[in-house]
């Protein structure tokens, strides 16, 4: 313990209580500001928000010493004088509509020492010139990323199922089916979207291409979000890992501008493991979600770590991930059954820090839980249950906020709670990547994977560009963003085709065709079952109200789609009929 002065003698008259200063004799100033509000409570340090404030009053040091640790922290380099930041208890810190105060009348323009042909002048037109370069991102972009087949699918002779046009942004997915006579034939399922990533595109495309005009959408203000949905084993960790090391490459680029002078980056990250949330920056901390009086959810005491080198992110994102919690299930032994998340912010230095932007990544858990409700223990079904509920949940919240829909569903699940901050407002941006295995034993879960992307974006009416849901008019559009920076257009596309994830049938005589029909409705029957059963072990793990609640309009929508397969393959027979009968007719 260090002999510096007390931290009490420099609080006094800052109306702590006298215990609480008592107790702060044995702590010096740059102690306490080199722990978190959680670390405090462990001390005993009662009342830790206003001891925050008090602190925050005093011209803190920087923190030379960090002696009295409680929780591993990454080391080196570590700026820990926002560790202190809990984005549970503090208004100032999060914001609905992002802060720009400072930044709103400024064109990003080279000053004249920008001007100048030194070093720095040279990075600050380099962040100049790279800002200006990336345009406005999409409100919603949904991609899909194929991986290669890998050796153990080679060796075993998997063929490959998976057809990528990427100039199109079109996906075939060649689905090997048995008919009833038991002759093998091919069904081709046709699915679009905003981009189709073959095998051949590497992560460093994939950032510039799909996720780097997020770094732009935050230094204008806004929200981004980047998150992989996928089976285990699609390539979501391979895709995701790399993404915040080459945006924080960018942001510390952009930074270097006069204009962000003040700004600096911090970061934090998080797991929601069957429903609870964890922080990956501190031990593995249990951490509450709570909702403010301004109906804001909070992840409460959750640590953020300021950011002042790629190196130092390096370390932060090692040490998320050897944390992040991996189970044991029958589907695969290494599959990761937690979503993991990384939220980057950008403050500004002077007090109180107003954050100017935010970008998230999220690596979801695996997609895939059927397995899971057959083949483990009870425990496991819950988690797959519960992972099934996230990812429904946020599918609707991605709908209902493309939809500009006045009631989003974040309630649904823990993972869309915490996210509904990064969501909302004008200026949120979400990048989707639909990550797909190629090999045919995976095709299945593929197509789920593809209907799941597809309905992510499938109400987009024709003749709307991304970005510009509902083919709503040209004012309704992204506004443009009051620091007077003028975004290139998103790109446009040629208008999305009407939903094309339906099975294209082969040419097959009538009769085998009707008989695919009922192939495909017993296939139907069995996955609503199998939903309807993982609603029910959900239910199981809780009686409460909410959950109740939930499982009915879970169930309710479930029987409602169970309807509408119904009337479908009634309608189908129905034609079939017809056809037969015209040609016996023209036979007779
Ligand atoms: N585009 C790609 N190119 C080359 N290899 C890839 C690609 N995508 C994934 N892989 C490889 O495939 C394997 C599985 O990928 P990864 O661990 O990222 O899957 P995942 O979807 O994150 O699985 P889980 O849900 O279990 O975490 C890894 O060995 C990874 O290196």
Same mark, same amino acid.
């Given at each position: 313990?260090?002999?510096?002065?007390?931290?009490?003698?420099?609080?006094?008259?800052?109306?702590?209580?006298?215990?609480?200063?008592?107790?702060?004799?044995?702590?010096?100033?740059?102690?306490?500001?080199?722990?978190? +509000?959680?670390?405090?409570?462990?001390?005993?340090?009662?009342?830790?928000?206003?001891?925050?404030?008090?602190?925050?009053?005093?011209?803190?040091?920087q923190?030379?010493?960090?002696?009295?640790?409680?929780?591993?922290?990454?080391?080196?380099g570590?700026r820990?004088d926002?560790?202190?930041?809990?984005?549970?208890?503090?208004?100032?810190?999060?914001?609905?509509? +992002?802060?720009l105060e400072g930044f709103a009348d400024q064109a990003f323009t080279l000053s004249p020492a920008q001007a100048a042909p030194d070093a720095t002048a040279a990075a600050a037109a380099a962040g100049v010139h790279l800002l200006n370069s990336l345009p406005d991102?999409?409100?919603?972009?949904?991609?899909?990323?194929?991986?290669?087949?890998?050796?153990?699918?080679?060796?075993?002779?998997?063929?490959?199922?998976?057809?990528?046009?990427?100039?199109?942004?079109?996906?075939?997915?060649?689905?090997?089916?048995?008919?009833?006579?038991?002759?093998?034939?091919?069904?081709?399922?046709?699915?679009?979207?905003?981009?189709?990533?073959?095998?051949?595109?590497?992560?460093t495309?994939?950032y510039n291409?799909?996720?780097q005009p997020l770094v732009g959408t935050i230094f204008r203000g806004g929200?981004?979000?980047?998150?992989?949905?996928?089976?285990?084993?699609?390539?979501?960790?391979?895709?995701?890992?790399?993404?915040p090391l080459r945006a924080a490459a960018d942001m510390f680029a952009i930074m270097q501008q006069e204009t962000f002078a003040n700004v600096s980056l911090h970061?934090?990250?998080?797991?929601?493991?069957?429903?609870?949330?964890?922080?990956?920056?501190?031990?593995?901390?249990?951490?509450?979600?709570?909702?403010?009086?301004?109906?804001?959810?909070?992840?409460?005491? +959750?640590?953020?770590?300021g950011v002042g080198s790629l190196e130092v992110l390096q370390?932060?994102?090692?040490?998320?991930?050897?944390?992040?919690?991996?189970?044991?299930?029958?589907?695969?032994?290494?599959?990761?059954?937690?979503?993991?998340?990384?939220?980057f912010a950008l403050r500004t230095n002077n007090?109180?820090p107003k954050i100017i932007g935010?970008l998230?990544?999220?690596?979801?858990?695996?997609?895939?839980?059927?397995?899971?409700?057959?083949?483990?223990?009870?425990?496991?079904?819950?988690?797959?249950?519960?992972?099934?509920?996230?990812?429904?949940?946020?599918?609707?919240?991605?709908?209902?906020?493309?939809?500009?829909?006045?009631?989003?569903?974040?309630?649904?699940?823990?993972?869309?709670?915490?996210?509904?901050?990064?969501?909302?407002?004008?200026?949120?941006?979400?990048?989707?990547?639909?990550?797909?295995?190629?090999?045919?034993?995976?095709?299945?879960?593929?197509?789920?994977?593809?209907?799941?992307?597809?309905?992510?974006?499938?109400?987009?009416?024709?003749?709307?560009?991304?970005?510009?849901?509902?083919?709503?008019?040209?004012?309704?559009?992204?506004?443009?963003p009051a620091n007077g920076f003028a975004p290139e257009?998103?790109?446009?596309?040629?208008?999305?085709?009407?939903?094309?994830?339906?099975?294209?049938?082969?040419?097959?005589?009538?009769?085998?065709?009707?008989?695919?029909?009922?192939?495909?409705?017993?296939?139907?029957?069995?996955?609503?079952?199998?939903?309807?059963?993982?609603?029910?072990?959900?239910?199981?793990?809780?009686?409460?109200?909410?959950?109740?609640?939930?499982?009915?309009?879970?169930?309710?929508?479930?029987?409602?789609?169970?309807?509408?397969?119904?009337?479908?393959?009634?309608?189908?027979?129905?034609?079939?009929?017809?056809?037969?009968?015209?040609?016996?007719?023209?036979?007779?």
């Amino acid at each position: 313990m260090t002999q510096a002065p007390p931290a009490a003698a420099l609080l006094q008259g800052s109306g702590l209580p006298p215990a609480t200063l008592q107790a702060l004799e044995k702590y010096s100033l740059p102690q306490l500001q080199a722990l978190s +509000l959680a670390d405090w409570q462990q001390l005993g340090l009662r009342d830790p928000i206003r001891l925050y404030r008090a602190l925050r009053e005093v011209n803190v040091p920087q923190a030379a010493d960090c002696s009295p640790q409680l929780t591993p922290q990454p080391s080196s380099g570590l700026r820990t004088d926002d560790d202190l930041v809990d984005l549970g208890d503090d208004d100032d810190f999060l914001t609905q509509d +992002l802060d720009l105060e400072g930044f709103a009348d400024q064109a990003f323009t080279l000053s004249p020492a920008q001007a100048a042909p030194d070093a720095t002048a040279a990075a600050a037109a380099a962040g100049v010139h790279l800002l200006n370069s990336l345009p406005d991102a999409p409100k919603i972009r949904v991609i899909v990323r194929k991986r290669p087949l890998n050796k153990k699918e080679l060796e075993k002779c998997e063929t490959d199922v998976l057809e990528c046009d990427s100039l199109a942004a079109c996906l075939y997915v060649n689905e090997p089916k048995t008919k009833v006579d038991l002759t093998k034939y091919i069904e081709r399922h046709t699915f679009r979207f905003d981009d189709v990533f073959d095998e051949n595109v590497d992560n460093t495309q994939l950032y510039n291409q799909a996720v780097q005009p997020l770094v732009g959408t935050i230094f204008r203000g806004g929200k981004g979000t980047c998150f992989a949905y996928g089976q285990t084993g699609s390539g979501k960790t391979y895709t995701m890992s790399p993404l915040p090391l080459r945006a924080a490459a960018d942001m510390f680029a952009i930074m270097q501008q006069e204009t962000f002078a003040n700004v600096s980056l911090h970061v934090s990250c998080y797991e929601i493991y069957g429903g609870k949330v964890y922080d990956l920056l501190n031990g593995r901390k249990k951490l509450e979600v709570r909702e403010d009086g301004r109906k804001r959810v909070q992840v409460v005491g +959750l640590r953020e770590v300021g950011v002042g080198s790629l190196e130092v992110l390096q370390q932060l994102c090692d040490h998320a991930a050897a944390a992040r919690s991996t189970g044991s299930t029958g589907a695969n032994d290494e599959s990761s059954r937690s979503h993991s998340i990384l939220c980057f912010a950008l403050r500004t230095n002077n007090e109180p820090p107003k954050i100017i932007g935010k970008l998230s990544f999220i690596d979801l858990a695996g997609s895939e839980r059927g397995a899971d409700t057959y083949d483990n223990d009870k425990q496991t079904r819950l988690e797959g249950a519960e992972i099934n509920k996230s990812l429904l949940a946020l599918k609707e919240c991605i709908r209902a906020l493309d939809a500009d829909a006045r009631h989003i569903p974040f309630r649904g699940s823990k993972l869309t709670e915490v996210l509904r901050d990064s969501f909302v407002g004008k200026n949120a941006r979400t990048v989707m990547i639909a990550n797909v295995s190629p090999n045919s034993g995976s095709c299945e879960h593929t197509l789920n994977t593809l209907r799941y992307a597809d309905r992510v974006k499938e109400i987009r009416k024709p003749g709307s560009a991304p970005g510009n849901p509902g083919g709503a008019p040209a004012a309704a559009a992204p506004p443009q963003p009051a620091n007077g920076f003028a975004p290139e257009p998103p790109q446009a596309r040629e208008p999305l085709p009407p939903r094309q994830a339906a099975p294209q049938p082969a040419p097959v005589p009538v009769g085998q065709q009707a008989a695919a029909a009922g192939v495909q409705h017993i296939e139907e029957c069995m996955a609503a079952v199998r939903e309807e059963m993982n609603l029910l072990a959900n239910l199981d793990g809780s009686s409460g109200g909410g959950d109740i609640e939930r499982y009915c309009s879970d169930l309710s929508a479930l029987l409602a789609q169970k309807q509408a397969s119904l009337s479908q393959l009634q309608l189908r027979l129905h034609a079939f009929q017809q056809l037969m009968r015209t040609a016996m007719n023209s036979r007779a």
